[in-house]
């Protein structure tokens, strides 16, 4: 079974902080995803890569960037926290033509 | 770019009733439709999914169908158990599920 581990699952930061969010995968999938969910807006891609050093801009990109420098790591980092980035984020892996696994989430609050 | 109306954003039913949730999409080039259950405090999960080039699937209890015509899809869930109760997504994307645009998404809630 693929298996995702998103760190930190809580963390709670102040305006203008960075924080970065890491997502391990333990198989060499190559797409790498970034959600983020808000009520009434379901799932909104923030950053995908397709390979070490590959990465692309989902919709919601701005004030987000990313890192693969590694098939089994993915990171996402806020540069500088704003109050609209408080959420839910997901790391999720293509795992087959189409289908997605998701991690179990990392909840930031931004104070 | 795609996008995705999903509807109702509540659905209460009786144990046993069906379900049915609705989704639309704009872009004519979709063609790959999943669906996902999300329980509480977990991440999604792939439940069923349907491509362009079939109408219509099922697995046990759940089926998808797929009007390409009309730009619409939906969930279909028979026999409902409590514990079909969960937040449900749809979603929509071209043929390799690349960068997958999802509903605002569906609170189920089966009354036993």
């Known amino acids: 079974d693929a298996g995702i581990t998103q760190s930190p699952r809580h963390k709670v930061t102040e305006t203008g902080t960075p924080v970065t969010l890491r997502c391990h995968q333990t198989e060499n999938h190559r797409y790498m995803y970034w959600y983020r969910q808000d009520p009434g807006h379901g799932l909104r891609l923030i950053h995908y890569?397709?390979?070490?050093?590959?990465?692309d801009k989902g919709e919601v990109s701005d004030g987000y960037s990313v890192s693969r420098s590694k098939t089994e790591d993915f990171l996402l980092t806020l540069e500088s926290a704003t109050s609209s980035q408080t959420s839910v984020y997901f790391c999720?892996?293509?795992?087959?033509?189409?289908?997605?696994?998701f991690g179990e989430g990392s909840r930031l609050t931004v104070l | 770019g795609e996008n995705v109306e999903q509807h109702p954003s509540t659905l209460s039913v009786q144990e046993g009733d069906s379900a049915v949730i609705k989704c639309t999409y704009s872009?004519?080039?979709?063609?790959?439709f999943p669906w996902y259950k999300q329980e509480l405090g977990k991440g999604p999960q792939l439940i069923i999914d349907?491509?362009?080039?079939?109408g219509e699937k099922k697995d046990q209890r759940i089926a998808v169908t797929l009007n390409k015509t009309a730009k619409h899809f939906s969930l279909h869930i028979t026999e409902t158990q409590p514990e079909d109760s969960a937040v449900y997504f749809c979603a929509a994307s071209g043929e390799y599920g690349n960068k997958l645009v999802f509903g605002a998404g569906t609170i189920l809630r089966v009354k036993s």
């Open positions: 349907i491509r362009s080039n079939v």
């Open positions: 999720a892996i293509s795992v087959s033509a189409g289908e997605l696994f």
């Open positions: 872009d004519s080039a979709s063609n790959y």
């Open positions: 890569s397709y390979g070490v050093k590959d990465t």
